[in-house]
């Protein structure tokens, strides 16, 4: 009898804990960044992968997770088309996500005020909107190099700057972080 207790333990404790999303270097909610779709598939079964895309073309593929958690995955090596299959052997080399059950071991998560993130990862040094889209990229004073911020709808930018991209580090005082990213 004992012996099918710690089998039953060592499994319980060594499979992916569903309410547990964090984000580290190298992966998001236990997917990491090498892995290819088919081996997220045999990882979590229940998971659906879907091929779509952003506004700028890029295809992805959306992943959600049974706990409702959904990352986004890029694949570098695939042509971009949004209408193709998933190329279940084409390797992870960029994930995303806007689910605020995913933070990292400090705390800092999506939908986190950047007032909150600051007190985690010292002050905004630099909120950059990009020229493609308008996206907003805030970098902190200690934040990983392996982490990125997208907020929206941040900053505050002089009347002279005429449009993207703009950079500043002053910041309205609700925004959120909208998704963080990790990348090979």
């Known amino acids: 009898m004992k012996p099918i207790l710690t ?20 992966s998001i909610g236990g997917i ?21 895309s952003d506004g700028e073309g890029v295809s992805y593929i959306a992943i959600a997770l ?6 986004i995955a890029y694949q570098a090596s695939v042509e971009d088309d949004s209408s193709s299959s998933i ?8 994930l995303q996500t806007s689910s605020p059950t995913c933070s990292t071991v400090s705390g800092v998560r999506p939908g986190m005020t950047l007032q909150a993130a600051a007190g985690k990862l ?14 907003e990229f805030a970098t902190f004073e200690r934040q ?22 703009r950079s500043t580090s002053r910041y309205r005082p609700n925004s959120k972080i909208l998704s963080l990213w990790i990348g090979q």
Request: aromatic share 4%.
């Open 66 to 71: 049974p706990n409702g958690t959904e990352i």
């Open 122 to 135: 010292g002050r905004v040094k630099q909120i950059m909107q990009s020229e493609i889209e308008a996206r």
């Open 87 to 94: 190329n279940q052997r084409a390797k992870i080399t960029m």
């Open 7 to 26: 089998a039953l333990l060592i499994a319980a404790l060594s499979a992916p804990a569903a309410a547990e999303c964090l984000i580290q270097a190298n």
């Open 144 to 165: 990983p190099a392996w982490l990125t911020i997208q907020v929206e709808d941040a900053g505050r930018y002089r009347p002279a700057d005429d449009g993207p991209p």
């Open 32 to 52: 990491r960044l090498g892995q290819t779709p088919a081996q997220v598939k045999q990882q979590f079964p229940r998971a659906r992968l879907r091929r779509t």
